[in-house]
Nanobody, 125 residues
């Protein structure tokens, strides 16, 4: 259903920016929610951001608020994650995921229905 790719490659320096894109095969229903998660080595997969496929609902984790922005291009069936002011602690494998409806509770790995392949992001000087 989904595949994720880093547009500019996965190795950046602290303070740099990077935009991830996730291509979605088929056309999601308007009720769908798309999200980004990340998983650092030895840690759980954490929620990063989510966006409703139709409408303006959007949510970002506190750890990335003000630095990362999730967006969508419904004409291209693509979801983006713009990451600015990257820090070494942002180093992780980033995954895009989908859910058949928006979720009003705490977003977690277990509430998602579909997953794309991860892409490595490494922030290091």
């Amino acid at each position: 259903l989904m595949s994720a790719a880093g547009v500019w490659g996965g190795l950046v320096q602290p303070g740099d920016s990077l935009r991830l894109s996730c291509a979605i095969s088929g056309r999601p229903s308007s009720s769908y929610a798309l999200a980004w998660f990340r998983q650092a080595p030895g840690k759980e997969r954490d929620f990063v951001a989510a966006i409703k496929w139709s409408g303006g609902s959007r949510l970002h984790a506190d750890s990335v608020k003000g630095r990362f922005t999730i967006s969508k291009d419904t004409a291209r069936n693509t979801v983006f994650l713009q990451m600015n002011s990257l820090k070494p602690e942002d180093t992780a494998v980033y995954f895009c995921a989908a859910r058949t409806s928006w979720y009003a509770g705490a977003w977690s790995e277990g509430v998602m229905d579909y997953w794309g392949k991860g892409t490595q992001v490494t922030v290091s000087s």
